[in-house]
């Protein structure tokens, strides 16, 4: 403008000039957001190219040219630049002609309303994609934490006594029912044990019921005991309790044994024999068909492309009879009969079932439970293969080189009991409580922050907002406790959260500031910076809105002023009279 202004005056020199400011909601970009979200193409924005009008203003006085701002955009200012562009090509023309009737009542360009920027709207918290049924399914034939070997034409296949008993009733049945064990020894070295070690084990025999469950707490109690005696006595780590057939009353298995055995998957090797089942099936189970059955227990799914003809699916058919899946032998009757798309409800079905089971088993009974945490203001059971396939943390703490490899007790120190609880429940379940407090739920942002749970963090983040959105529509006074929330957000990588609190106090600066200035001062420098930024309505809009006002009451005055001078020369051409 400073360029091309005095080129046209001095060129056309009566030829009407308005300035037009385009592009106006660039003002409220973030210039960082914009840059990132560009277009190859596109002009990257900076900070100087951001025109406030308070330098615009110093401009047009100058100038002395009419001046107004445009957002394609928005729509705003578009009718203005053209209304006021007609308006000042109509005075021209009336300056430029004698008489003109029609252009007599043409006013000037008129004053344009500041830009008012939008209301910041409260950012949504997206949740964090689900990876519940993912992680069940790393599980098949994954060797860690695993405390049950199906042993099948001299091939062994591992699984985890937890995910069988939650999805098969025949496996909770076998592995958690009681039944008749008799315990041997793998040498006559641990036949002549000391009379302690063997009143130990009797008594805690006694006291438990027999099951395979129970034999493997009974077994694991005396771990170290075992373990020292067979070092003593040079014989093979392996202690055996079996049972037969007859026992066992399976048409899958012919023997079952708890044994003793070496951990290699633990940092601490030599110390650390866990107990574990050994199930035999029998000789006419394919090894195939029982692998799909036990694929089917821990994804929820089968691969059909996987049976090549008639006879393997018989067999399959056959095996799942033997262990009563009866959701297999639907998926395959559907499969003849192409009805593929029902398969995805039964399914679905099967995973609530066993979600709804690990719920009820392991969250609310906590039976099979082998690691214990102590917390701030309580102790809290839970299950190590759980943890270990839900949070990596958990795996590198419970399977790697700590010393919460080797112990069944693990320390937790600034967690509560509470939070916890709710953190067990994401892992086992992938929900959370439908009611928690806002304490409980920062802890649990601050234990998920940890344990590196970007899910169960955004999920407690959703709750928080909820809460917070709940009393503010309540017209309850909630900006003390924003301020605090967005410390601790921001202390735990509460990423969401904190960009929700941030917009709030954003939003009603004004009344924050005038209530808890004190208090929004101890939010740091950068916070500061960002809230002065961001602020709504800005200070140029104020600044503006001020300028506007004044300007607009002058008008009004010289108006008024005008019309009563119009009046005062009326009443007195009225009161002359030439024909008297």
């Known amino acids: 403008a400073c360029m091309w202004v005095p080129e046209v005056r001095r060129n056309l020199p009566r030829v009407p000039i308005i300035i037009v400011g385009t592009h106006l909601d660039m003002r409220c970009r973030d210039v960082c957001s914009y840059n990132q979200q560009k277009s190859v193409l596109t002009k990257s924005l900076k900070e100087s190219d951001i025109i406030l009008p308070d330098d615009v203003r110093l401009v047009i006085e100058d100038m002395r040219c009419p001046y107004y701002e445009s957002s394609v955009l928005s729509g705003y200012g578009v009718s203005d630049v053209f209304d006021n562009a007609i308006r000042a090509a109509l005075l021209y023309r009336r300056s430029t002609r004698v008489w003109n009737s029609k252009l007599k009542f043409v006013n000037g360009p008129q004053l344009q309303a500041p830009y008012r920027p939008p209301t910041p709207y409260s950012p949504p918290v997206h949740i964090a994609e689900c990876t519940f049924d993912e992680d069940f399914t790393k599980m098949f034939q994954n060797d860690l934490c695993c405390n049950i070997w199906f042993l099948s034409q001299s091939v062994s296949i591992p699984a985890h006594s937890l995910l069988l008993i939650a999805s098969s009733d025949a496996f909770q049945k076998l592995l958690l029912s009681e039944c008749v064990w008799t315990e041997t020894s793998t040498g006559s070295d641990w036949q002549q044990g000391d009379d302690r070690n063997t009143s130990r084990r009797t008594r805690s ?30 014989t093979s780590p392996s202690v055996c309790v079996t049972t037969n057939s007859d026992y066992l009353k399976h048409s899958a298995f012919q023997q079952a044994e708890v044994r003793l055995l070496n951990n290699p998957k633990s940092a601490q090797s030599q110390c650390c024999n866990i107990p574990v089942i050994i199930l035999t099936l029998r000789s006419d189970i394919p090894l195939h068909a029982f692998q799909t059955c036990l694929q089917y227990l821990y994804s929820g799914t089968i691969d059909t492309a996987s049976l090549q003809d008639d006879s393997d699916s018989r067999e399959l058919v ?8 009866v959701d297999i032998i639907e998926m395959i009757e559907n499969c003849k009969n192409n009805e593929t798309l029902l398969n995805e409800l039964i399914s679905l079905k099967f995973l609530e079932h066993r979600t709804r089971q690990i719920s009820e088993l392991f969250l609310t009974k906590r039976l099979l439970s082998d690691v214990e945490f102590i917390l701030d203001n309580g102790r809290v059971m839970a299950h190590k293969t759980l943890l270990t396939f839900r949070s990596e943390v958990m795996a590198a703490m419970l399977c790697g080189h700590f010393m919460e490899s080797s112990n069944n007790i693990v320390e937790l120190p600034g967690t509560t009991k509470e939070a916890f609880n709710i953190m067990l429940q994401y892992l086992y379940t992938d929900t959370c409580p439908l009611t928690i407090h806002s304490s409980d739920a920062l802890d649990t942002i601050a234990l998920s922050n940890r344990l590196c749970l970007p899910r169960l963090v955004n999920m407690m983040e959703e709750k928080i907002v909820e809460e917070l959105t709940l009393s503010h529509n309540s017209e309850e006074d909630i900006s003390l406790d924003v301020i605090k929330i967005l410390t601790y957000a921001q202390l735990h990588n509460a990423d969401q959260l904190s960009g929700w609190c941030l917009t709030y106090l ?6 924050v500031c005038h209530c808890h200035g004190k208090t929004l001062k101890s939010l740091g420098i950068e916070n500061e910076k960002y809230l002065q930024r961001h602020r709504w309505p800005p200070i ?14 002058e008008k009004e005055l010289i108006e008024e002023r005008q019309q009563r001078k119009r009046s005062f020369s009326g009443s007195r051409r009225r009161k002359i009279c030439f024909w008297k």
């Not at 006694?206 to 020292?228: F, G, H, Q, R, W």
């Not at 056959?318 to 899946?325: I, M, N």
């Not at 954003?506 to 009344?511: D, G, I, L, P, T």
């Not at 140029?540 to 009451?553: F, M, Q, S």
């Open 318 to 325: 056959r095996v799942a009879s033997y262990l009563q899946l």
């Open 540 to 553: 140029w809009y104020l600044k503006e809105k001020d300028v506007y006002d004044k300007k607009l009451h």
């Open 205 to 234: 025999r006694c006291n438990s019921p027999t099951s395979l469950s129970a034999d493997l707490s009974y077994i694991d109690a005396d771990t170290e005991d075992v373990y020292d005696d067979v070092i003593t006595r040079g």
């Open 506 to 511: 954003c939003r009603h600066y004004n009344e």
